[in-house]
């Protein structure tokens, strides 16, 4: 059986991987963080104000949530879980310190969120 179609799939990944770690990011990964813990920190603030609606909040920070309506969203999830946000935050403004790239950072928390969501469950079974 011919295996080369999954090697050069294979390759192709790696590849893929390599480009990723060595890639220049668009931005200053600690500025980034200290916005997003900002914005994150006064949503929730409000949030926690009487009356305060969703949308009016969205409004207040719309730029926020055009480039992360996600995040923005899981604010508002009844189950939100802060201290993955937290997580996630902490791992973006450590991108650069300690030869730490945006790859080993996205890694640790699609690693930590597969230990949390889906290998407490798999393991169950």
């Keep these: ?3 080369g179609g999954d090697d050069d799939r294979v390759s192709r990944v790696d590849r893929m991987i390599e480009e990723e770690k060595s890639r220049v990011l668009d931005f200053n990964p600690q500025e980034r963080a200290r916005y997003v813990r ?17 949308d009016d ?7 926020f ?5 996600k995040v923005f969203d899981s604010l508002f999830a009844p189950d939100v879980d ?4 937290d997580y996630m935050i902490n791992m973006l ?8 790239t945006l790859h080993d ?4 928390v699609g690693q930590q969120l597969a230990d949390r969501y889906v290998n407490r469950v798999v393991g169950k079974k």
Excluded: L, W
Aim: no cysteine; aromatic share 4%; charged share 40%.
């Design 38 to 54: 900002r914005e994150v920190d006064a949503i929730v603030a409000e949030k926690k104000k009487k009356g305060a609606h969703k």
């Design 1 to 3: 059986m011919d295996r």
């Design 105 to 108: 950072a996205s890694k640790a």
């Design 93 to 100: 403004g450590s991108i650069g310190q300690r030869g730490r």
């Design 57 to 63: 909040i969205k409004t207040a920070h719309i730029e």
């Design 82 to 85: 802060m201290r993955q946000i």
């Design 65 to 69: 949530y055009e480039k992360y309506p």
